[in-house]
């Protein structure tokens, strides 16, 4: 009994002894003592690092195609000087039409000038030297209009042509012949013409068959190349001989002369071919 006695004041006395450690560090003094209540920490919300932050790609806009911008030129514009000769003469573009006699050298053929010039008065009777701005046409260009446009700077000098000035130039006419080595010609079934064109070939007829060549002209200057025919036979006497003689001829022509209604060429040997205005 005592021995029990001892075990129990012992065992109170090492319960006293905890109690008192565990007051000293903040425990409760009873074993009955309610728990203490866990501090609950206020979690703040912070800011996302850039690490922690999930990777978001950027929008990236597609790109949208600009309108397609032609760009705002002005026409082409160039200054020339232009030497108009006295008279007009026929000259076919869409139709029959009168054409002025133009060109930039002054030395150089007659031209047809199938335009008109802006501004510019056309009196008969004068050369003119002519100062001009020529542009490109607005478009859309009509199929028979012309895709420059001539205007009138300076009339540079006017003064009077001489009254039997020749007309130089070949393109755009035809002629029929009327004599031939000094010889009328043979009565065939058709004239021998001469027809120049605006494409640099001329043509026509030899009297029985039709022909054509090319041609290029400057300054009284005239060469006709080989060119080629059909090949009709015509029975009636001297016809066949003259067309082979005219034929022949036509391509040693080496110079020409205009006055007014007639044309004059001549061969390398001497014929002469004389022609008057269709």
Request: with cysteine; glycine share 8%; net charge positive.
């Amino acid at each position: 009994m005592k021995m029990r006695l001892r075990q129990a004041a012992g065992s109170a006395v090492a319960l006293g002894l905890t109690l008192a450690a565990l007051a000293a560090c903040g425990a409760p003094a009873s074993p009955t003592a309610a728990p203490p209540r866990p501090t609950t920490l206020a979690v703040l919300p912070t800011a996302t690092t850039a690490a922690s932050r999930p990777t978001v790609p950027p929008t990236v806009a597609s790109a949208q195609p600009k309108p397609t911008e032609k760009p705002v030129t002005a026409p082409a514009s160039v200054e020339k000087t232009l030497y108009v000769g006295p008279a007009m003469r026929d000259c076919v573009g869409v139709a029959p039409m009168k054409c002025l006699m133009v060109r930039e050298d002054p030395t150089g053929p007659w031209l047809n000038f199938f335009n008109t010039i802006e501004g510019f008065t056309f009196e008969p009777g004068y050369n003119y030297t002519l100062r001009v701005r020529v542009t490109d046409a607005p478009k859309p260009i009509p199929a028979d209009a012309s895709s420059k446009v001539y205007t009138l700077l300076e009339v540079v000098s006017k003064t009077p042509a001489p009254a039997t000035t020749p007309e130089a130039g070949l393109a755009g006419t035809t002629w029929t012949l009327t004599e031939m080595g000094g010889k009328p010609p043979v009565a065939t079934p058709k004239p021998v013409t001469l027809e120049f064109g605006l494409d640099g070939r001329v043509g026509g007829s030899a009297g029985c068959n039709r022909y054509t060549a090319t041609y290029t002209e400057a300054a009284g200057k005239l060469q006709v190349g080989e060119g080629a025919s059909t090949r009709m036979l015509c029975p009636a006497p001297g016809v066949m001989e003259q067309e082979a003689a005219f034929l022949k001829a036509l391509p040693t022509a080496t110079t020409f002369a205009r006055d007014g209604d007639r044309l004059t060429l001549k061969t390398t040997d001497g014929m002469t071919l004389v022609f008057t205005r269709s």
